[in-house]
């Protein structure tokens, strides 16, 4: 009988490609969770839970991503300022009508992704 051996990537075998995603039309959640896979690699049979095994990812038209029922109008970011009583909110439609509509999608794809080492990478 012949003891198979589990495969762990080292650095020199990750090979790391470009993606781009053009997010115009499609829903956000959907999008974020095929980003933060595609970041962390998971999509790959040589996947390696401690090493960055995940591909560069480019998304364009962040501005024109969807969010279903009455989220564009209802959900909201909650940011602290670090003085008391400094919460400050935003809806997410003023968020992608101003100057920086890629922080929707940016949000979401962070939040999907774990808080560790490799995810703050």
Same mark, same amino acid.
């Given at each position: 009988? +012949?003891?198979?051996?589990?495969?762990?990537?080292?650095?020199?075998?990750?090979?790391?490609?470009?993606?781009v995603i053009d997010a115009d039309g499609i829903v956000l959640g959907r999008l974020a969770s095929v980003v933060a896979t595609r970041?962390?690699?998971?999509?790959? =049979?040589?996947?390696? !839970?401690? /090493?960055?095994?995940?591909?560069?990812?480019?998304? *364009?038209?962040? %501005?024109? +991503?969807?969010?279903?029922?009455?989220?564009?109008?209802?959900?909201?970011?909650?940011?602290?300022?670090?003085? !008391?009583?400094?919460?400050?909110?935003?809806?997410?439609?003023?968020?992608?009508?101003?100057?920086? =509509? %890629?922080? *929707? +999608?940016?949000?979401?794809?962070?939040? /999907? *992704? =774990?808080?560790?080492?490799?995810?703050?990478?």
């Amino acid at each position: 009988m +012949v003891a198979m051996r589990t495969y762990s990537a080292k650095a020199s075998d990750i090979e790391k490609k470009w993606i781009v995603i053009d997010a115009d039309g499609i829903v956000l959640g959907r999008l974020a969770s095929v980003v933060a896979t595609r970041l962390r690699g998971k999509h790959k =049979p040589t996947y390696t !839970p401690h /090493m960055d095994c995940g591909d560069n990812v480019i998304i *364009v038209n962040a %501005e024109k +991503v969807k969010l279903t029922g009455n989220k564009r109008a209802n959900k909201t970011y909650y940011w602290h300022t670090g003085y !008391p009583g400094g919460i400050k909110s935003r809806k997410a439609g003023a968020i992608l009508d101003g100057k920086h =509509p %890629e922080r *929707v +999608v940016s949000k979401a794809i962070e939040r /999907m *992704v =774990p808080k560790g080492l490799l995810g703050r990478r």
